[in-house]
């Protein structure tokens, strides 16, 4: 999934760690009771072209209630951010890893 924002675009990777195939009970594909629709193209989200308009959604501050605490596209880019500084981490680790046993194996002859 990519997610672009002001031109620059995010990947985002979903790793699946459990998948259980079978059937499926036909009570998940009930609406739960108690639920209730909630309309956000009513607050001018629609096609997230009315996100500029959104206290904590365009970027500038001005989070919800009006304070000038991180906007929610800072969290997510910050989230973003973490995960890819791991995931590059761990990648890198795993290279160095797999390049010093071909070098032993070389050297050893393994």
């Known amino acids: ?5 002001e031109g620059d675009s995010t990947r985002v990777l979903f790793e699946i760690t459990r998948l259980d195939l079978g ?9 739960p ?3 209730r629709k909630f309309d956000l193209g009513a607050m001018g989200v629609g096609g997230m072209d009315g ?3 959104m206290d904590g959604m ?7 209630g009006g304070s000038d605490g991180p906007t ?5 880019s910050e989230a973003a951010q973490q995960g890819a500084e791991e ?10 890893e ?3 046993k071909k070098g032993l194996r070389k050297l050893f002859g393994g």
């Not at 059937?23 to 609406?31: G, K, N, V, Y």
């Not at 995931?87 to 160095?96: D, L, N, S, T, V």
């Open 58 to 64: 365009d970027g500038t501050g001005g989070g919800p």
């Open 51 to 53: 996100m500029d308009g």
């Open 23 to 31: 059937p499926q009970a036909d009570e998940l594909f009930e609406i």
């Open 87 to 96: 995931a590059a981490k761990e990648e890198a680790k795993e290279g160095a």
């Open 33 to 35: 009771a108690g639920y």
């Open 98 to 100: 797999d390049a010093v």
């Open 1 to 5: 999934m990519t997610a672009t924002t």
């Open 72 to 76: 929610i596209i800072d969290e997510v």
